[in-house]
């Protein structure tokens, strides 16, 4: 007998705008999202998925599929919406993945044409919401030496969101986030 679907946690739906002024509504991706998210994937540049996969991928339906299928417990996917009201495309997604007890791995990423206007940081700071309230202790994440942009975000939280602990080797950076 397969597992049943997990509920949609609808709770988790949320609107923000950013510094820059982008309304965002971000909510928990869901069964019906792969057309939506294939697009996204597809509009990613090279150097985008180099910095988030670590490689060059083929969003085909197979892998498309497995990105949107999160149980919102041990996987969870956050999609950044443009505009405050009905979903239009998606701008940008931040996931995380349970590793190990209260632990989970970060990935971001953001449309190449929306980036740097601030919807990384609400990103990044709703994933964090959402880890704190279900219960987790911190994250990890991987991240090159050059992706400046994405280090910063990290460290301008270090202090108030979490503590970080980072080893560097072969030109990415291992951290460990510890929430506060
Ligand atoms: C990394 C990424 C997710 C960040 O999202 P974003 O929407 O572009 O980021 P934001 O606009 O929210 O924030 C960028 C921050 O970096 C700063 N920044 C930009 N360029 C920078 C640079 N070269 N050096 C240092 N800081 C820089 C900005 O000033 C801003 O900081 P602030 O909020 O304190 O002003 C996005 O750029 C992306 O998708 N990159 C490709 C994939 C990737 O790297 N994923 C991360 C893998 S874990």
Same mark, same amino acid.
């Given at each position: 007998m397969s597992d049943p679907l997990p509920e949609y946690p609808k709770d988790l739906e949320a609107r923000q705008t950013t510094k820059s002024g982008v309304e965002l509504f971000l909510r928990p991706i869901r069964s019906g999202d792969e057309p939506n998210y294939k697009d996204f994937l597809q509009s990613l540049s090279d150097h985008s998925v180099y910095l988030k996969f670590f490689r060059s991928i083929q969003p085909t339906d197979d892998f498309v599929e497995k990105q949107v299928d =999160?149980?919102? =417990?041990?996987r969870m996917t956050i999609l950044a919406f443009e505009g405050?009201?009905?979903?239009?495309?998606?701008l940008g997604m931040g996931r995380y993945i349970l590793s190990e007890e209260g632990r989970a791995e970060v990935y971001f990423a953001v449309r190449d044409d929306h980036q740097n206007l601030g919807i990384g940081r609400e990103l990044l700071s709703y994933l964090i919401k959402v880890a704190r309230k279900k219960g987790l202790k911190g994250f990890t994440a991987q991240v090159m030496v050059d992706n400046r942009r994405m280090l910063h975000l990290f460290r301008s939280l270090e202090g108030t969101e979490f503590k970080i602990n980072r080893r560097m080797d072969a030109g990415v950076f291992y951290l460990d986030l510890k929430f506060l």
């Open positions: =999160v149980d919102y =417990v041990h405050g009201g009905a979903e239009k495309k998606i």
